[in-house]
């Protein structure tokens, strides 16, 4: 392709030499950019240490008799469970919709 373009001749072997040299400054230079930013990296924002995400997708009626399509999304916190932990009515872990009073965030109270 150089001999047809730019009227250059070069043999396979120094091709490949050259090719392997510029390769390996580029990868010296990626590495040298990993370093720089683990070095120099700001600390991980305080949060959750394990979230669960999750997103699905529906068909609904709309006004008019059309479909069309709704997307959802939940994230959540992970936590560590009870093996073999029998719930009884009322003992149901509160989900991000309830208070700490176990009032219902739309029940307005």
Known sequence: MLERFR???????TLRGRTERAGGVDERRQQAEVERLERERPPSPVGEETLMR?????????????????????????????????????TEPKTGTEAEDGHR????E
């Open 7 to 13: 009227r250059v001749s070069l043999s396979a072997s």
């Open 54 to 90: 999750s997103v699905d997708g529906a068909m609904v009626a709309w006004v008019g008799g059309s479909w069309v399509e709704v997307k959802s999304r939940v994230v959540g916190r992970v936590e560590a469970s009870e093996p073999n932990r029998k719930r009884t009515a009322g």
């Open 105 to 108: 965030a739309e029940d307005g």
